[in-house]
DNA sequence: ATCTTTCTGGAACGGTAGGTCCATAATTAT
DNA sequence: ATAATTATGGACCTACCGTTCCAGAAAGAT
């Protein structure tokens, strides 16, 4: 066998997910996608279908990612303060200088609920797995069952809304209040239940 | 002066927001709008100028309409019992079987924050609105300047989060249990300061 | 050097987008 | 009736969309 030099596939991946990520799926043209990645449009064709195909990968690679945060800092920190670092995490200072694109898979569910069920259902299934994840550390913070799936729906909604305000570009410190209080909220109702025994 | 029998404009303008509503702006054909409002593309462009200029109207339309849910509510019950149920009325059963829309503002917000900051903002002044609203209620009901401050923008998020689970068809009961428990943090907050202290 | 395989650049496709234009129909004032 | 005014239907425009196709360039295998 024999070709000419390999495109780094997962870059190519990467720069597209950045693209999506910030203009959305429609908003998003294959000429835009072509210079980003570097490549022809035989070979993105080629390499990945057609657009759809590509943002199916891209919101995977997302998804990953995003959840690679929470599950790293949770090997390295309490329960709750590799939550609470996640949610500070995402909307704090970032690589880039201004990364206001909320959460890929929240934008996704805005954008096309209405017109691609298909897409909306992959980017909530991810959502549903992050709001997994943070019962799974409510419950290693000693909450109970039904509270921690409680309040993992909560911090899911908190989530969503803070993805929100973050494409409106608030400012950082009103951010972080608001998060700061919502977390607040949970805590001192656990430590309320834990404290007036049962 | 004379012309032919004028059309309804306003219940026109109420058809285009439902579909902007529901599909969002890119979404929204020329074609679809001129069929849902019933006129032709000449009387369109004579009446609204384009379609960027119709969707201004509706973000408009919209944010009324939606403040006036919370601001006729107030004067009819307490001001926390009015809150909450801008928040209920907002995702419980509507007149249209499945109205799954979120709010338009959010939606736009999301949308077109990377692609027409003109409109993003506009979107954001309206639910800055809604969110001065929050806080002159929660003001109403004994919370001081700052932590009533703090506590709308915390529903604020609380509401722009419940609006991206609302186009996911979260079921009603979930919904109404995670908004109870924002509800009763905050109350139960405004509580504690109120009774021990100041 | 030749063959084979893989990727490339670019032309071309049909479809649809938002927007313009104009001859015609409809209505009121005279 | 006639004139003046205004909305209507629909053809038309340009631009761009995602996608397909193909001749040819590049590189390892023989």
Redo the contacts with the bound molecule.
């Keep these: ?7 780094d596939r997962d870059q190519a991946v990467q720069k597209a997910v950045h693209l999506f990520w910030q203009r959305g799926y429609q908003a ?5 996608l072509l210079e980003a990645m570097g ?5 993105f ?2 390499a990945f279908g ?3 195909g590509l943002f199916v990968e891209c919101l995977d690679v997302f998804a990953v990612r995003n959840q690679a945060i929470l599950r790293r800092t949770r090997d390295r920190k309490p329960p709750m303060a590799a939550l609470r670092s996640y949610f500070e995490r995402n909307f704090g200072q970032t690589s880039e200088p201004d990364l206001h694109f909320g959460c890929m898979l929240v934008n996704t569910v805005i954008e096309l609920a209405a017109i691609d069920q298909g897409l909306c259902d992959l980017a909530g299934q991810h959502l549903k797995t992050v709001q997994d994840l943070f019962e799974a550390c409510l419950r290693d913070a000693g909450a109970e069952p039904d509270e921690a799936k409680q309040a993992a729906a909560f911090l899911m909604m908190v989530n969503e809304g803070a993805r929100v305000s973050d494409r409106q570009r608030i400012s950082i410190p009103d951010q972080l209040a608001r998060i700061n209080l919502a977390f607040g909220y949970v805590e001192s109702s656990m430590a309320a239940r834990t404290e007036l025994g049962r």
């Design positions: 066998m024999s070709r000419p030099v390999e495109f998003t043209s294959l000429a835009d490549l022809s449009r035989s070979s064709y080629a057609d657009k759809r």
